[in-house]
């Protein structure tokens, strides 16, 4: 019977849940139906949508914008307008730490008056300790940090790496250096954390590890390259060596200190031929190539993938496949955005606040355009769905009650508390039914791919009708809390369950609607907040980055 109670909700109540399916074309899904409404007839991309957007950015142009507006007026598009302040801090907040605002936070950034506080934001939320949690989570999927078949890195190993991943994010480690651990050192798997990035690989022949390097550090695929091309890149892995100890699934990790009898020749992916000397160690002369400044992949690579994890794709799309046919879509940015890396000094928090404080990154999610291309060419922020670790936690936030993960497989048997959020897992192994079921990757390629943000019918379906969703709303410590604190008064109840589950307030006629709802004959009002919950849970508005 549930589910019939959460469907007359959405319907009674004529929210953003709604609007999944009333938006008129030309405006994204997830508005609301009396908003969309004010949109200007014949035009329809003049008006200004409260409470998404505001008229005048209130933040300067820097050169992210300079490169993105020429690309824009090229292809005929105009730029969506900024958006407001409240969807500012809600995205700020998902796209920097993975978490969403709570009510106090959202209250005091509205209220602040200051006009730099967009980039104090900003400043703020790069030095949280939750940045380096979901960063940390981003990297490991990449770097294919997971314990189980195929990776097979066995639990300690799998702690030992994550440990590392998130130490380097949290202490801003130069990316550059960041790289050359990770190709260059030797050691127990189980003690140096970076070694496991040449155990994470589903294969250990040196052509294999020349394709993870080339994946993660160059976004190339060299399956796509030439077979000299790829033996000669393989010839700097041909040395690497992997010894058992006498410890459980322990390995050291190193390079073959049997030297060849002579100089043998490698050959770099922009067709130089080294001689390597039998005392040199390959990975490190690879490595001195890879990071040198004018190294035409390293940092162009490292951008493309930033810029895809904030913006949804990447300048060349997608952010793994880079290739002299797979041409960027703005080169002018990419460069841009190259050289400001390189220049910092391989300062990955650089060029997060270069993005996060351009008006590009602040625009406001309904395009100004009918082209299908404003997205590719980011004439809008694009609306995508919250990844599946970060929406349970999100649910988890509001629900007052973590997930329990276990993993019995490998042995030993791991155990995860349920107040360890789930951005923070180490372990591409442990999963849920819920993980599996809203996209989150298998960590077996390393490949952006693997993680499907895509919506589906079994999601919507049991975000309508979960138990466990029923569960969380219907215990919610945190909704009788706020129910008790706005005492008996309908309105403030409503207010603070916007600002809690859509960390913004309710617009006037959403607030009507809501209240016409709750006096309806035989409902309690604490029902009605429940349904209210469930309504805004189950909306784009919440489900999607905006």
Partial sequence: ?????????????????????????????????????????????????????????????????????????????????????????????????????????????????????????????????????????????????????????????????????????????????????????????????????????????????????????????????????????????????????????????????????????????????????????????????????????????????????????????EADDIRPDNPPVNPELLAYLEKELVISGYDLRHVYKLILNSRSYQQSPIPRTNSPDAEKYFACYPVRRLEAEVLIDALDGFGGKGESYSSAIPEPFAFIPEDLRTITLADGSTTSAFLEMFGRPTRDTGLESERNNQSSDAQRLYMLNSTAIQKKIENSERLRALFQGAKGKPAEVVRRIYMNVLSRPPTKDEMEAILAYSRTPGLLPRQAAADLVWALINSKEFLFRH
């Avoid at 589910?3 to 849940?17: E, G, K, Q, R, V």
């Avoid at 796209?95 to 602040?112: A, K, R």
């Avoid at 939320?125 to 078949?149: G, I, P, S, T």
């Avoid at 190539?289 to 949804?312: E, H, Q, S």
Wanted: net charge neutral; with cysteine.
């Fill in 1 to 317: 019977m549930r589910i019939f109670t959460a469907f007359w909700a959405l319907c009674a109540l004529s929210l953003c849940a709604q609007a999944v399916f009333a938006a008129p074309a030309g405006a994204p899904s997830f508005l609301p139906v009396t908003v969309v409404q004010e949109r200007c007839v014949p035009c329809g991309f003049d008006a200004v949508h409260a409470p998404y957007e505001v008229a005048e950015s209130p933040v300067p142009a820097n050169g992210v914008d300079t490169a993105v507006l020429a690309s824009l007026q090229g292809h005929g598009m105009e730029p969506a307008r900024p958006c407001s302040d409240a969807v500012f801090i809600r995205r700020a907040f998902l796209d920097v730490i993975g978490t969403l605002p709570s009510p106090m936070e959202v209250n005091f950034f509205l209220q602040d008056k200051r006009p730099d506080k967009r980039a104090v934001l900003v400043d703020g939320l790069l030095a949280r300790d939750e940045f380096a949690d979901y960063w940390a989570m981003k990297w490991c999927d990449a770097l294919r940090v997971k314990a189980e078949f195929p990776i097979n890195l066995w639990p300690n190993a799998v702690q030992a790496y994550h440990r590392w991943i998130h130490d380097a994010l949290r202490g801003n480690m130069p990316y550059n250096e960041f790289a050359k651990a990770l190709l260059t050192s030797s050691g127990s798997n189980f003690r140096v954390g970076p070694v496991n990035f040449y155990r994470a690989l589903q294969g250990r022949k040196p052509a294999d590890i020349a394709g993870a390097v080339a994946l993660t550090f160059m976004g190339a695929r060299i399956d796509k390259w030439p077979e000299a091309q790829r033996a000669g890149m393989a010839a700097f892995f041909s040395r690497i060596l992997y010894k058992k100890t006498d410890e459980w699934k322990e390995e050291i990790v190193c390079l073959d200190p049997k030297m060849p009898d002579a100089p043998f020749p490698a050959t770099l992916p922009d067709g130089v031929t080294l001689q390597i000397a039998p005392d040199q160690d390959p990975r490190a002369v690879f490595t001195t190539w890879l990071t040198a400044k004018d190294n035409p992949w390293f940092a162009r690579a490292a951008v493309n993938r930033i810029w895809c994890w904030l913006m949804g794709r990447g300048i060349i799309h």
